[in-house]
């Protein structure tokens, strides 16, 4: 998309958002649109820690979002 694209990660687990976000700045490394990827996160990308599925659930119902 573009440098104002947002990205919202929900999980139950820190583990995942670490992994996660090791995997990324791993991936962006090959990307050639790079520097578009970087600022979009790290001006519009969160990652939410929620205590179940359920509430990640409601969360994701919650957000306006375009993809899930």
Known sequence: HDE???SILI???EKI????ELEIEKQIQTLSRMRIIE???ENYASALIVQSIEEA????NDIDTEHL
Do not use: D, N
């Open 39 to 41: 600022s979009s996160l």
């Open 4 to 6: 104002m694209a947002k």
């Open 57 to 60: 659930i409601e969360l994701s």
């Open 11 to 13: 999980t139950t687990s």
């Open 17 to 20: 958002i670490r992994e996660t």
